[in-house]
């Protein structure tokens, strides 16, 4: 097994390990006080169990090597991932909200407060390590499933200072209504971190561009070779889970050898890796005396012509 595959799986396994261990903390922590609040708490640790082994299935499809029916291999099973993690996290504030609903409806003493909330404060150290290390694992090998997985995390930290601080406010002021208030609003918080979670993995099946920064990027490596006789357009990129493609056609002179233009391509294709080296780049080659060559698609990201570059470095002087 590849060595980035060992460390993603490791990962997906740190996040399980960090569930089942909020979830008995948090449910503790709820059994000793009775706050409905820290109930919505524990509920969300469960949400994140479900996620996390969801994310070890996709990170383990998604590191499956490219077959006969994938040709292009199987990265974008992390969206999937990620979708799902975003409907469990729905269902979960769905529950919330139900609870709270009912707690406020018939409100109850909160108890044991003191050890109760270290015990969940306890649980949200825990979380805000893992997150930190899945979100940095997930920019590091641009994947949106651990990304995803640590974002949660952190929503799920900052869901559990808000259900503390309210647990101690209601035990300060003895209004046990504002218990379920606060539970609540952290239903509605957390509905708004699944919506997001669904956005992203549906822009990732949508095969989405590279960012601009990268797009400019990979332009200006292309207008290193541009010359009276090289030109390029018809540059498009997208993202496939960790994955990176970009194709550009070459317009040479059609009387140049097929040997002359596959030297030129295969130097741009190497100055590209050299600077993005995980990206799929393909060139098509085409003679720029013929019309079809122009055209091809209504959407690319532009690359400077011979005649852009000369005005960049000549610039026309001002009229007197």
């Known amino acids: 097994m590849p060595q980035e595959t060992r460390n993603l799986s490791r990962f997906a396994w740190l996040s399980i390990a960090a569930a089942l261990v909020t979830i008995t903390l948090k449910t503790v ?3 000793l006080t009775g706050s409905v609040g820290l109930l919505s708490d524990a509920a969300e640790s469960v949400v994140n169990l479900v996620a996390a082994v969801a994310v070890l299935i996709a990170l383990r499809v998604a590191a499956m090597p490219a077959d006969k029916n994938h040709h292009f291999g199987h990265a974008k099973a992390e969206y999937f991932s990620a979708a799902l993690e975003g409907m469990m996290i729905f269902v979960a504030a769905l529950v919330i909200l139900y609870t709270s609903v009912e707690r406020f409806l018939n409100p109850r003493p909160i ?11 306890v649980a949200s150290v825990v979380n805000g390590v893992v997150a930190f290390v899945l979100v940095r694992a997930g920019r590091r090998y641009r994947s949106l ?3 995803a997985d640590g974002k949660h995390l952190y929503t799920d930290v900052w869901t559990s200072v808000g259900v503390i601080t309210g647990v101690i406010v209601v035990a300060l002021t003895g209004i046990d209504r504002l218990d379920p208030v606060i539970a609540f609003l952290v239903g509605l ?3 708004w971190t699944g919506w997001k979670l669904i956005r992203e993995s549906t822009e990732g099946l949508m095969d989405v561009a590279l960012s601009k920064e990268e797009n400019r990027g ?3 490596i292309l207008a290193r070779f541009v010359s009276k006789d090289v030109h390029f357009h018809a540059l498009r990129t997208r993202v496939s889970g960790h994955h990176r493609f970009a194709e550009v056609h070459v317009l040479v002179p059609g009387q140049w050898s097929v ?3 596959h030297d030129l391509v295969e130097e741009v294709e190497a100055a590209i890796r050299g600077e993005f080296a995980d990206l799929s780049i393909t060139c098509h080659l085409e003679p720029a005396e013929d019309p ?3 055209g091809d698609y209504t959407a690319e990201f532009p690359v400077p012509t011979h005649e852009d570059l000369l005005r960049t470095h000549h610039p026309a002087r001002p009229a007197p």
Do not use: C, D, K, P
Request: aromatic share 6%; glycine share 10%; no cysteine.
């Open 29 to 31: 922590a709820w059994q």
């Open 292 to 294: 079809r060559a122009y």
């Open 189 to 191: 918080n957390i509905i």
């Open 111 to 121: 108890e044991n407060v003191g050890i109760g909330l270290a015990v969940s404060v």
């Open 145 to 147: 499933t651990l990304t």
């Open 259 to 261: 040997q002359r233009g």
């Open 218 to 220: 990979i332009a200006e």
